[in-house]
């Protein structure tokens, strides 16, 4: 099967460690893993950039930073300096971006959070290019909109990257974050016209969802037109790897090599 177009996030195989993560994805043919922060706790941060090049894997992204959002302008500048860390991190792995699940909180008005947000990558930016890894700003579903991301549609990514018009500022797009939209196609065409869709994420939505979080299908599992998407962000010129990310109770209890497996039979057959 051809799996060059394929990454997998490390979080997909949770139970794994990045060494594992690597070793086994690049056996499988797969051509990339984005790395989350927690296979990197666990080690040094030169040792897993040994573990990256080593495998020949591709990185398509850091995940994640941001969570700008805070009624406490401490909090705030902390999770500003915390940025330009993982920025910092990005660039020694040779990811191409940090992807950015930008906060919110109970009780803060959208319109205030969303303007924290812009502010909070504003100030990081500079810091960015100079490391040149991008930011990807990750639209979350509506479920998440209370404590997790004021960025809910491609739409209001779009306000951010038009309101700070900057090379290294970008949208990622998740699919089970925007599947429902009905402006998606619209905004996957302004994001090819202005340069700022750096990335595709894929897995599915359960019909009947156990958890809002750790309930994740796998791509065929659930309702969302995959292929149709991806048709659409390959119409506004994307070239990049397209990510499996999943999270699922399920799936990690699940044997993780008969996963794999699994996994990169749905990207040939769903993807």
Same mark, same amino acid.
């Given at each position: 099967?051809?799996?060059?177009?394929?990454?997998?996030?490390?979080?997909?195989?949770?139970?794994?460690?990045?060494?594992?993560?690597?070793?086994?994805?690049?056996?499988?043919?797969?051509?990339?893993?984005?790395?989350?922060?927690?296979?990197?706790?666990?080690?040094?941060?030169?040792?897993?950039?040994?573990?990256?090049?080593?495998?020949?894997?591709?990185?398509?992204?850091?995940?994640?930073?941001?969570?700008?959002?805070?009624?406490?302008?401490?909090?705030?500048?902390?999770?500003?300096?915390?940025? %330009?860390?993982?920025?910092?991190?990005?660039?020694?792995?040779?990811?191409?971006?940090?992807?950015?699940?930008?906060?919110?909180?109970?009780?803060?008005?959208?319109?205030? #959070?969303?303007?924290?947000?812009?502010?909070?990558?504003?100030?990081?930016?500079?810091?960015?290019?100079?490391? %040149?890894?991008?930011?990807?700003?990750?639209?979350?579903?509506?479920?998440?909109?209370?404590?997790?991301?004021?960025?809910?549609?491609?739409?209001? #990514?779009?306000?951010?990257?038009?309101?700070?018009?900057?090379?290294?500022?970008?949208? #990622?797009?998740?699919?089970?974050?925007?599947?429902?939209?009905?402006?998606?196609?619209?905004?996957?065409?302004? #994001?090819?016209?202005?340069?700022?869709?750096?990335?595709?994420?894929?897995?599915?939505?359960?019909?009947?969802?156990?958890?809002?979080?750790?309930?994740?299908?796998?791509?065929?599992?659930?309702?969302?037109?995959?292929?149709?998407?991806?048709?659409?962000?390959?119409?506004?010129?994307?070239?990049?790897?397209?990510?499996?990310?999943?999270?699922?109770?399920?799936?990690?209890?699940?044997?993780?090599?008969?996963?794999?497996?699994?996994?990169?039979?749905?990207?040939?057959?769903?993807?």
């Amino acid at each position: 099967m051809d799996l060059s177009r394929c990454a997998i996030h490390s979080i997909t195989h949770k139970p794994w460690t990045l060494a594992q993560c690597c070793n086994k994805f690049a056996a499988a043919g797969v051509a990339g893993i984005s790395v989350w922060h927690n296979v990197l706790k666990p080690i040094s941060l030169d040792e897993a950039a040994k573990i990256v090049r080593g495998s020949g894997l591709q990185v398509p992204a850091l995940v994640r930073g941001g969570f700008f959002v805070s009624s406490e302008p401490d909090k705030r500048r902390a999770a500003i300096d915390e940025n %330009k860390a993982c920025i910092d991190e990005a660039a020694a792995l040779g990811a191409g971006m940090v992807v950015l699940v930008v906060g919110a909180q109970p009780g803060l008005p959208l319109a205030d #959070a969303r303007q924290q947000v812009c502010d909070g990558i504003a100030a990081c930016l500079d810091h960015a290019r100079a490391c %040149k890894v991008k930011l990807a700003i990750e639209p979350l579903h509506p479920i998440y909109a209370a404590d997790r991301s004021c960025i809910n549609r491609m739409a209001e #990514a779009r306000a951010v990257c038009e309101q700070l018009q900057h090379p290294m500022l970008g949208i #990622a797009l998740d699919v089970y974050h925007v599947w429902w939209d009905p402006d998606l196609e619209h905004e996957i065409e302004l #994001a090819g016209e202005q340069g700022t869709l750096l990335a595709l994420h894929v897995s599915d939505w359960r019909q009947v969802l156990r958890d809002p979080l750790n309930d994740r299908g796998l791509m065929g599992d659930g309702c969302i037109d995959i292929r149709g998407i991806r048709r659409l962000v390959e119409k506004a010129n994307f070239r990049g790897l397209i990510e499996v990310e999943v999270f699922s109770d399920q799936y990690w209890a699940m044997n993780q090599d008969e996963y794999l497996k699994l996994v990169c039979r749905r990207f040939a057959d769903c993807v």
